[in-house]
């Protein structure tokens, strides 16, 4: 079988390469590329491929723009860190959607779904789909999520990415942020306004008084009835429990 993978970060790369040949040490890695630009130039000028893993987020946009510009003749098996995609890959050639970090079970998974396509299914022709409406839908979709925040810091107001906070906590009729950094800022939303801003894939409501993202969460342990406790980074003073009824979401989330 002959694969290509586009995946713009090295490990992750190399981790499914490995995965790849464990399950298939016959299958054969015909390119590894990293951006749109060069699998569409070379999807544009080699034979096409058995399989395409292709990872949505990439360096110069995302995977789903190759669809766009160039012919992809063979089934897709999409990667990516996120969920939020997985409506609009389906609405192209895609067998799989896996969740990074990859497993063995799920690769497997992966070509044992692309060999009962391969055994059962004749060709089908090219479907007719509006990539450009399609792409359109997808910024949209992650313009929906807040990115930036801004604050007050003494008589500056500056902003500060969503990528750079660790959690949000509520105290006394304020919402404050605490960067990973560690200074914190008064800024004007609940936690319930923010729970619905704010990606899911990255940010989880513990309980009513704390919205942490993932890099927060330092440790975690088991308390009395089927609770959690959680130590956060930058640490609180505050216990950090999450209920017995969150604890299952709160591990699915983890798990992603």
């Given at each position: 079988?002959?694969?290509?993978i ?7 790369a190399d ?8 399950y298939?040490p ?9 951006s ?59 067998i ?14 992966a ?19 509006d ?13 929906r ?6 604050v007050?810091a ?6 500060i990415?969503a ?15 605490v960067?990973?950094?560690g ?5 004007d ?6 729970e ?27 308390y ?12 609180v ?20």
């Amino acid at each position: 079988m002959r694969i290509v993978i586009v995946e713009d970060e090295q490990l992750a790369a190399d981790k499914l390469v490995e995965l790849i040949r464990a399950y298939d040490p016959a299958s054969t890695i015909v390119a590894c590329l990293d951006s749109v630009a060069d699998t569409v130039a070379w999807l544009s000028t080699h034979a096409a491929p058995d399989l395409l893993f292709l990872d949505i987020h990439l360096a110069d946009g995302l995977g789903f723009e190759i669809f766009a510009q160039t012919a992809v003749p063979c089934p897709v098996v999409f990667t990516t860190a996120f969920d939020q995609y997985a409506i609009q890959a389906f609405r192209v050639n895609s067998i799989d959607y896996l969740l990074k970090p990859l497993t063995p079970r799920a690769v497997a998974d992966a070509f044992r779904k692309y060999e009962a396509l391969r055994r059962t299914l004749a060709p089908a022709p090219p479907a007719t789909i509006d990539y450009l409406r399609l792409l359109d839908e997808l910024r949209a979709s992650e313009a929906r999520y807040k990115a930036r925040f801004l604050v007050r810091a003494g008589q500056r107001i500056k902003t500060i990415a969503a990528a750079e906070v660790a959690y949000f906590f509520a105290e006394d009729k304020y919402t404050y942020l605490v960067t990973g950094a560690g200074p914190r800022y008064v800024v004007d939303f609940t936690l319930d306004d923010l729970e619905e801003r704010l990606d899911p894939a990255l940010f989880f409501r513990l309980n009513r008084k704390f919205l942490a993202s993932l890099p927060a969460i330092h440790e975690i342990h088991a308390y009395f009835k089927g609770r959690l406790k959680l130590t956060l980074s930058p640490p609180v003073d505050a216990e950090v429990l999450v209920s017995s009824e969150r604890a299952a979401p709160f591990k699915s989330w983890l798990d992603r």
